[in-house]
């Protein structure tokens, strides 16, 4: 079985992020880069199918700059058995990211894509959707918990409502969400084993443009001032007035 497991690099997301004087970016000189979390839980979820089947072979994949190859090495430190970068300095969005996974899992033929359900730094929520639906695969999303059987993965997920599970046929793309996993602290061994584990790069294998663009960034407003209320009658008639009851 091969697992493909896209990473995206991000500023660490504790990390205290401002715009540019003129709106046209972020100021992120200074600022430490780092997988993206969610991304991080599928890595250590595929590590351990990998550790429980000595069959399972994990691919880390991430689209991006130069830059990304730590990110790759940081995937390999925690397991994966190799890692790709399409290379790339060009403007990218959820719909370019999925069309280079989807060219990639067609010369792979991974049985299973793993991948965070977002990414930290915009949030979208789209990429593993898009891949699936270009695809024509099932997908799993918010995944809490997923087991692998015959021919099929039983997928946990999170929903507002509370927990569903489902059970989809392999191969598919599972999104996953916080409460998978803990991902493993990287000992030294591993930082030193994955420096002669296989990195390629390659160009972009599509001309996909994006779809969406940012127009510009600016800083949310300041949180104003709170007051301490006197009462329980006071705090509720206050309410009244702002329109929150």
Same mark, same amino acid.
Not at 159 to 184: F, M, S
């Given at each position: 079985?091969? &697992?493909? @497991? ?6 660490? %997301? ?26 991080? &839980?599928?890595?250590?979820?595929? @590590? ?14 991430? @689209? ?7 990110? $790759? ?10 890692? @790709?970068? &399409?290379?790339?300095?060009? *403007? ?10 989807? +060219? ?21 929520? /789209? ?6 639906? #270009?695809?024509?695969? %099932? /997908? +799993?999303?918010?995944? +809490?918990?997923?087991?692998?059987? %015959?021919?099929? !993965?039983?997928? =946990? ?24 996993? *803990? %991902? #493993?602290?990287? +000992? ?5 084993? !994955? ?10 294998? =599509?001309? !996909? ?14 949180? /104003? !001032? ?15 007035? #702002?329109?929150? $009851?």
């Amino acid at each position: 079985m091969t &697992i493909l @497991v896209p990473i995206k690099r991000v500023v660490d %997301p504790y990390a205290k992020v401002r715009p540019l004087a003129d709106g046209s970016g972020l100021d992120t000189a200074g600022l430490k880069f780092d997988v993206n979390p969610f991304d991080e &839980i599928a890595m250590e979820q595929a @590590v351990r199918f990998k550790e429980a089947d000595a069959s399972v072979r994990v691919v880390a994949v991430s @689209v991006g700059p130069a830059e990304c190859e730590d990110q $790759l090495r940081k995937a390999l430190a925690m397991g994966a058995d190799e890692a @790709v970068l &399409i290379e790339t300095s060009d *403007e990218l969005d959820s719909f370019v990211v999925a069309c280079e996974l989807e +060219a990639m899992v067609r010369e792979l033929n991974p049985d299973l894509v793993l991948m965070g359900k977002q990414a930290t730094d915009d949030d979208c929520n /789209q990429a593993g959707q898009i891949l699936a639906a #270009r695809l024509g695969w %099932p /997908q +799993a999303t918010f995944a +809490a918990k997923v087991e692998l059987g %015959p021919g099929a !993965a039983t997928v =946990t997920r999170e929903t507002d409502d509370g927990e569903q599970t489902v059970k989809v046929p392999i191969p598919a793309v599972v999104t996953v969400d916080l409460r998978l996993n *803990e %991902p #493993r602290y990287i +000992a030294l061994p591993g930082i030193i084993k !994955a420096r002669s584990k296989p990195l390629s790069k390659r160009e972009r294998a =599509t001309e !996909a443009t994006i779809k969406t663009r940012v127009l510009s960034y600016a800083a949310p407003a300041a949180r /104003q !001032a709170g007051r301490k209320v006197g009462s329980v009658d006071e705090l509720i008639a206050e309410l009244k007035n #702002r329109g929150a $009851l």
